[in-house]
């Protein structure tokens, strides 16, 4: 962090799951969510290819997303979405991380778990970065 409080911010979306009800993950590689990341009015957004691999829909991303030059007290935004609907039915849910809690010049990898919207499905999504 500088001493303007502003620092840079690598997010690697490594994978997801329980993004979509069983049974709706398909066997052959499809993109069926996206994930979508938003800090301080930047967005960015990645592919998954669900498939139904041990009881939950969800999978592998593997991408690495850097935002620059942002204020220590931003939000990282995770927003996870049906590839196969239009909005809103295909919002599948959200989190927010405050960027002030999150440790400098350290790496960090842990699940969030996304908030489903109301009277949305009852899912337990959630992304790891």
Known sequence: MDSEGRCDLVVTVLEAIDLLPKGQGRKLPVEDAVIKLKLNNIWRSTSVVCTSALGTTGGKVQEEFSFSSLSSSGVLEVFAASAHSTPPASF??????????????ERV?????????????????????
């Open 109 to 129: 990898e842990q699940w969030y778990l996304l908030k489903p919207p109301p009277n949305g499905r009852e899912l337990n999504s959630a992304v790891r970065l």
């Open 92 to 105: 599948i849910g959200a989190v927010a991380i405050p960027v002030a809690r999150l440790p400098e010049n």
